[in-house]
């Protein structure tokens, strides 16, 4: 029950209508007998320094953040956690003891995603599709986490040169490469690699006939295909992943583990959410096959 004693939680982002954040939220709140309550917020850029100063009025515990503020949020931000200073991205405030903190729950929410394919991917060759806000993430976390060599590919080749020097200064981790996106390159490089992350949002819905690579291309047995997509479940890039016999891996838990992160942020608690983890699994799957259908 909501009184006066409960604490606000929300999330920030323009467009927010279609972000599962709240339901999750407060489907986890609830489970767990949390006295917290859960909403979205349109704001936009113009707004964004007001909303902030509003939240600590209105004594908010915490407010995730999400696209197009991640970067632009830093600057009303008191301290700042050293990874999301290291990414320059912030998708999680605190609201304590008169400061605001940012975090970011990205990076450890795609760790956590990986599950047992975690441990193996140590010293292995990684193939990152897409060079924008959530490559980012990723390749930090893989980075972080001892992959060997990973390989950016990426439409505009630039933005993969770019990201390539950015990520290479901040954790001076040297075995990228940033590769021309050609049927020939993508064909070879795949054979050798353990995983394959789609980060762009090619295949997303209403798109769900699209896939990031050329449909020609073979996909070889022995590589993790995950792309960060989690609507629908399973875009055209996955089925043909599965079909090839490969291991496949959707978008849905690092959703589920970022938020969960964001969660034991502001209760300052460890939370077990090891018995609730397939029944919210089963409720978001649930939302989102209703929701492609609209
Ligand atoms: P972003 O910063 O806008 O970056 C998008 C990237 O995709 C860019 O590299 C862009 O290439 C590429 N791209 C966009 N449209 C393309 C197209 N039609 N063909 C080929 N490449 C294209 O976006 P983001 O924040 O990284 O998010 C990307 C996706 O990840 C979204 O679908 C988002 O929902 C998903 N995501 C999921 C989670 C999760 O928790 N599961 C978390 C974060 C993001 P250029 O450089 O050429 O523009």
């Known amino acids: 029950m ?38 979205a917020f349109h704001v936009t850029p113009e707004d964004l320094e007001d909303s902030v100063f509003s939240f600590n009025l209105l004594k ?11 970067q632009t949020i830093m600057s009303y931000v008191d301290e700042i ?6 990414l320059g991205a912030v998708n999680t405030l605190l609201f304590k003891d008169d400061k605001l903190f940012g975090y970011n729950t990205d990076v450890i929410g795609f760790l956590k995603s990986l599950g047992e394919f975690r441990q193996s991917l140590r010293g292995k060759t990684a193939i990152v599709i897409g060079a924008g806000g959530s490559a980012r993430a990723v390749i930090y976390a ?3 986490d ?17 990201l ?19 049927t020939d390159f993508f064909t070879d490089e795949i054979q050798n690699a353990s995983i394959l992350i789609n980060t762009t949002p090619v295949g997303m819905y209403p798109e769900v006939n699209a896939s990031p690579i050329n449909y020609e ?7 993790l295909v995950y792309n960060l997509i989690y ?25 589920i583990f970022q938020g969960l992160e964001s969660l034991q942020i502001w209760t300052g608690e460890n939370i077990n959410t090891k018995d609730i983890l397939p029944e919210l699994r089963n409720f978001l799957i649930k939302k989102i096959e209703k929701n492609g259908q609209n």
């Not at 929300?10 to 767990?32: A, C, Q, R, T, W």
């Not at 956690?81 to 290291?86: F, G, L, P, R």
């Not at 629908?232 to 490969?246: D, R, W």
């Open 146 to 162: 001892g992959i060997g060599e990973i390989k950016i590919f990426n439409r505009t080749q630039h933005n993969a040169d770019k």
């Open 81 to 86: 956690s050293e990874e999301a200073k290291q």
């Open 60 to 70: 908010f515990k915490g407010i995730n953040v999400t696209l197009p503020h991640k």
């Open 231 to 255: 609507n629908p479940l399973e875009t055209k890039l996955l089925i043909n992943a599965k079909q090839a016999g490969a291991p496949i891996k959707n978008g849905l838990d690092m959703l």
């Open 217 to 223: 291309i073979e996909i070889p047995k022995q590589i």
């Open 142 to 144: 893989l980075i972080k």
């Open 2 to 39: 909501i009184d006066s004693s409960t604490k606000m939680l929300g999330v920030i982002g323009d467009p927010i209508g279609h972000s599962l954040s709240p339901i999750m939220h407060n489907f986890v709140i609830e489970k767990l007998g949390l006295n917290y309550c859960y909403h």
């Open 164 to 182: 390539k020097i950015e990520m290479n200064n901040i954790t001076s981790f040297n075995k990228i490469n940033s590769i021309s996106f050609s």
